[in-house]
């Protein structure tokens, strides 16, 4: 089990204990978003008013209310603070991070409480309904809580669909979705709490979209019918690589370890 904390080791030349950093997501690389409620120094606030949160990774990108923001919730889940979305806000970037569309290899894993049990629901996208401008979307699908891991593929009109089981809405569950493009066949996978659930092939890259980040929804949903979330979200970790093996093992451990969610 990967600790949280940071934990102490003997150093046998000066017979002292020192400390060894504890794992973070930044520790793998590829990390081009990781948004954290629980760090209060990434969040801006106008009394409960969450109006902007900064992302921890090196990827540069802002998020902004686009004019209506979700509320901070104090000490909700572990005794973290979170960000609550209510189905009418959104925080965006207008200008992601290239590293974020356009790619061969994408994973997206985060810590969310859906509350909503009708509609499917976009919590993470760069997505636009336009077909040069849609990517892809990471949510919750209508009654059925599905994870939701919509993306849309350079060339081609069809969107792959993959869902796992979110399970029951109002408890915080570890989600994500994930893409690899070989030169054959592309893969596509999508997490529930402990497994992998669906996957799917299609040999495609992903578009190279000019859609704002989204948390909360999306940028258009006019075709697809992807509303705004409704929930609380925690963090959320996105990379342009696979993550597999060590570092998957220790990303989740990390997530559900630290924000108290049972697999």
């Not at 919590?123 to 336009?130: H, K, M, T």
């Not at 809580?145 to 979110?166: C, F, K, P």
């Amino acid at each position: 089990m990967i600790r949280v904390g940071p934990r102490r080791i003997m150093n046998m030349a000066a017979g002292t204990p020192t400390e060894a950093a504890a794992f973070a997501p930044s520790d793998i690389s590829g990390l081009y978003l990781w948004l954290d409620a629980s760090d209060a120094t990434t969040i801006t606030l106008s009394g409960s008013d969450v109006t902007a949160w900064s992302d921890k990774s090196t990827g540069g990108n802002s998020l902004v209310s686009d004019g209506n923001p979700p509320a901070l919730l104090t000490a909700d889940q572990n005794g973290l603070n979170g960000i609550d979305f209510d189905g009418t806000e959104r925080l965006i970037d207008t200008t992601p991070n290239s590293n974020l569309s356009g790619q061969n290899q994408l994973a997206i894993f985060a810590i969310a409480n859906n509350t909503s049990s009708t509609t499917s629901r976009s919590l993470i996208s760069i997505w636009n309904d336009s077909e040069s401008a849609a990517c892809w979307s990471l949510g919750k699908r209508n009654v059925t809580e599905e994870v939701h891991w919509l993306i849309s593929l350079l060339g081609t009109d069809s969107n792959a669909r993959q869902a796992g089981n979110m399970g029951t809405a109002g408890v915080a569950h570890f989600i994500g979705g994930d893409y690899s493009r070989s030169s054959i066949v592309s893969q596509l996978d999508v997490y529930d709490n402990d497994t992998v659930g669906e996957n799917a092939t299609a040999d495609s890259p992903l578009h190279n979209s000019a859609a704002a980040l989204c948390i909360g929804g999306v940028e258009d949903n006019s075709t697809y019918g992807l509303a705004n979330f409704i929930g609380t979200v925690y963090e959320i970790v996105v990379y342009n690589a696979l993550i597999t093996g060590t570092d998957f093992t220790n990303l989740k451990s990390y997530l559900i370890n630290k924000w108290g969610v049972s697999v």
